[in-house]
């Protein structure tokens, strides 16, 4: 995730992002902080390349967030003299503009190190709030009107204000869509059974029933033999 609202630069660093990391990595831009506090609180980055000065307002106001400090990130500054003030509030690196490809690598490295000691997150919002939930505890989601309920491994069910449509963009994609409502990990699979009048339903490994779309039956079997 890269925080900068110059584009030219924010092409550059998210250029050599996909050249260090390869073309796996999903890189996102965010140009203000807004956009980059919604980005981050959606999409839980393994590190974030921050910019300091984002429209003018002041890049740091993303790291005193206590939603958004735990994400490992990467200063990208000619401020050199806030660097001290950037560590204190828990950066893994400060790379001074100009900057080459390798002095960003390092950096990078450096910061993905801390990335695998935590859970892939999802940012749930709820009410204007963001808290954070591993996507691997997600079982499923299930649309409840104009919001959706994150059903959690222990049956915990967490409320999201956003569209199920929403939801299923922003997770990895092995949760298929096996219903206008409901959002599967199919990881949690057990069985599909074919049910009376040509209705279909999934059985998880913890025993719920949820009901599969006739026009979805197809897909699911192919992904789930896969």
Avoid at 83 to 106: C, N, Q, T, Y
Avoid at 133 to 150: C, F, M, W
Avoid at 177 to 194: P, Q, T, Y
């Amino acid at each position: 995730m890269i925080a900068e609202d110059e584009e030219v630069i924010a092409r550059r660093v998210a250029r050599l992002t996909t050249d260090i990391l390869g073309p796996a990595a999903t890189v996102r831009i965010a140009g203000s902080i807004d956009d980059a506090r919604e980005a981050v609180a959606e999409v839980a980055p393994d590190v974030l390349v921050l910019d300091l000065n984002l429209e003018g307002r002041d890049g740091f106001d993303l790291l005193r967030d206590p939603a958004l400090r735990a994400c490992p990130t990467v200063v990208v500054s000619a401020h050199t003299d806030r660097a001290l003030e950037a560590f204190e509030l828990g950066i893994r690196d400060f790379v001074p503009k100009p900057f080459g490809r390798e002095r960003l690598e390092i950096a990078l490295r450096r910061a993905l190190e801390f990335a695998p000691r935590r859970p892939r997150l999802f940012g749930v919002r709820d009410g204007g709030e963001t808290r954070f939930v591993a996507i691997a505890d997600i079982v499923y989601v299930r649309g409840a009107g104009p919001h959706s309920e994150l059903v959690l491994t222990r049956g915990r069910v967490v409320r999201d204000d956003r569209l199920l449509d929403r939801i299923q963009q922003l997770l990895p994609a092995r949760f298929e869509r096996i219903h206008k409502s409901f959002l599967v990990d199919v990881r949690h699979i057990e069985r599909l059974i074919a049910q009376e009048g040509s209705r279909y339903a999934v059985r998880l490994a913890d025993g719920t029933l949820l009901p599969v779309g006739r026009t979805r039956v197809r897909a699911l079997r192919m992904r789930w033999n896969a």
